[in-house]
């Protein structure tokens, strides 16, 4: 799986969580059996952020910026080990399902963006359609949907209640000319706990 970006339709991976224990085993552990199973690191599972595993998290991050633009997340260190445990199991779920599992909590559901489309041309003067699909495992109560542009100006809009299966459409305005990432991600409650999916981007240019 070394250098594969698979797993969501528009390639963009950010999964932020607040930065706590992760559940039954040391991030470090973490860190380095997800890269390992990616095919990045190929060392022993030490439990230390040594150079051998901060050189297998560059060559991630390399291959992830090249390949997914507006895709963003900070160099390995210990002190980011937490966080980049959480953002690796979200990107690829199915290849590290027991560690999303794991740092979100037993039973806790789960919600995967799938797609990310913008339907008609994008114009300063008035909104333009976008459509966000998704997949939910387990249960879930989706709370809002949300957006940003370049990582920048954040806009939630709040979802009906009974939503949990996608495709979703609203309608967004952008107000300068020019070109953007548009980033997506939905926010959801499950197991008592307040959740956000990991995110996708299209490219879109507003004139």
Do not use: H
């Not at 599992?101 to 008609?120: D, M, P, W, Y």
């Amino acid at each position: 799986m070394k250098k594969s970006a698979t797993g969501f339709a528009s390639g963009i991976f950010a999964f932020a969580v607040a930065s706590s224990g992760f559940a039954g085993t040391n991030d470090n552990v973490c860190v380095q059996s997800e890269l390992k199973a990616l095919g990045y690191y190929s060392g022993e599972i030490t439990g230390k952020i040594d150079k051998a595993t901060k050189v297998a998290g560059d060559e991630y991050i390399a291959y992830m910026t090249a390949n997914s633009p507006g895709w963003a997340q900070p160099r390995l260190t210990s002190a980011e080990a937490s966080l980049w445990c959480k953002q690796l199991a979200a990107a690829f779920p199915d290849k590290l399902s027991k560690y999303l599992a794991a740092s979100q909590g037993t039973g806790t559901g789960i919600v995967r963006l799938t797609g990310l489309t913008v339907k008609n041309p994008v114009s300063t003067k008035e909104p333009y359609t976008v459509v966000v699909d998704f997949k939910t495992e387990g249960t879930v109560s989706l709370t809002a949907a949300c957006f940003t542009w370049n990582g920048k100006s954040e806009v939630c809009l709040a979802l009906p209640a009974g939503i949990t299966k996608g495709p979703i459409k609203v309608g967004l305005t952008t107000g300068r000319a020019g070109s953007y990432d548009l980033n997506a991600y939905v926010k959801y409650e499950s197991a008592g706990k307040k959740l956000k999916s990991p995110e996708t981007s299209t490219p879109l240019i507003a004139e």
